[in-house]
């Protein structure tokens, strides 16, 4: 591989290209998304963000994976959109833990004209804690996605989920065409983009290698690439799902890094499920963000304490603030971590 090929933004992959990326040997992809990686990010550095439901369940939508459709009976308690200082007391305990940017998900087909003041003010309020913020509310039309960015959203959450091909198999109340416009709206408005998808649904690899091609061939590369691993909830089309190979997963992620050299990618949901092995496999493809906290939406996601001592064991330390060297919170994360360094269950990667 040539130094040309780590530092190439390109936005022209083929299918041909792609398939030969995911088929080659485990060894030699590893090989190449850690050189990749290496090449735009400092290895060692693991962006956190915490994601917080502000308004959960009852979902017009009919994505046959989500325990918030509205179309099927998951047992999930509704609530209804949150109070502004309840958001904010939240994003401040976030902030306590170490995260650096806040996520605010909302369970809509898109935001109502009543809600949208009430969403501006909590921007407008985490982005005062200090905190980088990013939010999820579904489809946008062009002045909800100003009025967004004038509050100060940095980031817009909007997954593809899966390949053209294969979406329609997913979801029939959205289509993909309205997903690409609400990430042009969201990239024309100035702010960044977090846009992925969901493996598990039984998609094939074609429709893998498909969904990190209509990424990868934006205008630009979404700066933060979500891949998830399917939780299967009961009450879901999905819930019976076939498990993946986790080897597969990982090559995703390798994939992914390999196609979008300066992107986050963010190994997201379905965490729980895998263990420390694999997630350090998966930092080594390329992985270089996480959520944590106490809940990834509706599913529970591994305590913050947990992340904190593989962070450890691995040599890993999370990354700062992305816009400015905020130096005060960087120690705070490093003096917590060393406070875990010193109890007995730490085991120094670097001995
Ligand atoms: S994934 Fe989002 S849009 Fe789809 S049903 Fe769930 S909350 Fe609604």
Known sequence: MSASTFNTMRHDWSLAQVRALFTQPFNDLLFQAQTVHRAHFN?????VSTLLSIKTGACPEDCKYCPQSGHYNTGLAKEKLMQVQAVLDEAARAKAIGATRFCMGAAWKHPSAKDMPYVLKMVEGVKALGLETCMTLGKLDQAQTAALA??????????LDTSPEFYTSI?????YSERLQTLSYVRDAGMKICSGGILGMGESLDDRANLLIQLANLPEHPESVPINMLVKVAGTPMENAEDIDPFDFIRMLAVARIMMPQ??????????????????????AGANSIFY?????????????KDMLLFSRLGILPEAHEDH???VHQAAIEHAL???????????AAV
């Open 43 to 47: 290895a060692n550095r693991v962006q």
């Open 150 to 159: 004038d509050a100060g959203l940095d980031y817009y959450n909007h997954n």
């Open 171 to 175: 979801i029939t109340t959205r289509t």
């Open 263 to 284: 992107s986050h990618v963010r190994l997201s949901a379905g965490r729980e499920a895998m263990n420390e092995q694999m997630q350090a496999l998966a930092f080594f």
């Open 293 to 305: 906290g106490d809940k990834l939406l509706t599913t529970a996601n591994p305590q913050a304490d």
């Open 325 to 327: 060297a905020d130096e």
């Open 338 to 348: 060393m406070d875990q360094k010193s109890s007995e269950q730490f085991y120094n």
